[in-house]
């Protein structure tokens, strides 16, 4: 099963992509914007950054770990390697990994983003533009895990 969203891969193939869908999966996600909104204003201390990374977005995996298990009937992932704990739904090279992302998106990414949408907001297109997206977001999640637009 493809875990990504931008509608089902055997039924809108992307020619240009060799794959079906694209990558908008939801932890990912979800994940950036708690980085974005719980660590970033951490910034002045990397330690603090990359420890919070690691446990709040461990604790992310967890959970949507389960929240899968749940709503499928068996979890998205299970980790095979000699590092993986809680039963393979967690490996501790992912959370070293998360904590490493969130220093990534703190020092690197999110600066030059944020001075891009300083920059686009002013403009009037930028709100209909981000309107659009959402929809079509929405659109992909209510035919991906719904099935609302099957045929």
Known sequence: MARGWWFTPSRYPVPWSGYGGLPLIP?????????YYAIN??????????????????LLELGVSYWSTEFY??????????LSFWGGRLD??????????????VYLIFPPLDRLFDKLRRRR???PVVGVLALAILFCFLQR???????
């Open 27 to 35: 932890l990912y996600g979800v994940g950036g914007l708690l980085i």
């Open 41 to 58: 204003h951490w910034r002045r201390w990397p330690l603090l950054v990359f420890l919070s990374g690691f446990v709040i977005l461990t």
């Open 73 to 82: 009937g068996y979890p998205l992932w299970l980790y095979k390697a000699p």
């Open 92 to 105: 501790l090279i992912s959370s070293l990994a998360w904590g490493l992302g969130a220093l990534l998106f």
């Open 125 to 127: 297109w930028f709100f």
């Open 145 to 151: 895990e719904v099935g609302l637009f099957s045929r």
